[in-house]
């Protein structure tokens, strides 16, 4: 298995663009989670699913931010618009039950 | 609220000597607590957990509900233990996580 998986590994781009992170979990986990990890506040929780079904989204920021979930096999996470103070590491993670959660190698975005 | 502190957000120890990560946690439930490191250009990933009460890489960590911490300890560092230290917090069956700030941990030779 080759994990957790997520594209693009680096994006760039302006301020005022659509930007789409894109995660494939673990084959046959059933839990989805989507942080957000800069310098000055860590890692943080956005947005968790649990058998494709949004559970906590108390993290996201603000509305433009969202997340969907449309199968048990993918998930993105979008940004629209993009500004500058959204430039961070986005990582994705996958858990089976009450298991570890399982890491993707992160998208490193950066908008100038 | 669940607060996960972790006081150093550098730590540097020469090889050999003892090294300890403070993490200290608030909750009023039952935390369970994790440890997560993230190696240079690697995913983060689980080091341990309370729960299991083992031994990985030669870091221990104990569980104190009396003073609310866990901190990771090892007595004696190697220069491959460098990477970013992450505590975390579960919270009624650790669906969800919250971590602290992280602790980079550099460990000269």
Redesign the interface.
């Known amino acids: 298995d080759a ?2 998986i997520q594209s693009p590994r680096h994006e760039v781009t302006e301020m005022g663009q659509e930007v789409t992170l894109r995660c494939k979990p673990i084959s046959g986990h059933n ?1 989805l ?1 989507w ?1 957000r990890q800069t310098m000055m ?5 956005l947005i ?1 699913f ?1 058998n494709n079904v949004p ?2 989204d108390s993290g996201m920021p603000e509305d433009r931010f969202s997340a969907k979930m449309p199968n048990a096999s993918f998930s993105t996470l979008k940004i629209q618009p993009s500004e500058p103070r959204d430039s961070a590491v986005y ?1 994705c ?1 996958s ?1 089976l039950a ?1 298991n ?7 998208t490193r975005l950066t908008v100038l | 609220a669940q607060r996960v502190t972790q006081p150093e957000k550098l730590l540097s120890v020469f090889k050999g000597a003892p090294v300890e990560l403070k993490c200290n946690y608030s909750y009023s439930g039952s935390p369970e607590l994790f440890w997560y490191v993230q190696y240079s250009r690697q995913r983060l990933q689980l080091l341990l957990r309370h729960i299991s009460r083992e031994s990985i890489k030669g870091f221990t960590a104990d569980l104190n509900k009396g003073e609310t911490s866990f901190h990771l300890k090892k007595p004696f560092a190697q220069e491959e233990d460098s990477a970013m230290y992450y505590c975390a917090l579960g919270q009624g069956g650790s669906e969800k996580l919250v971590f602290g700030k992280g602790t980079k941990l550099t460990v000269n030779p």
């Open positions: 994990g957790v839990s989670f942080y506040r860590g890692l943080e929780l968790y649990n559970i906590d990582f993670a858990r009450a570890e959660q399982f890491f993707g190698p992160g």
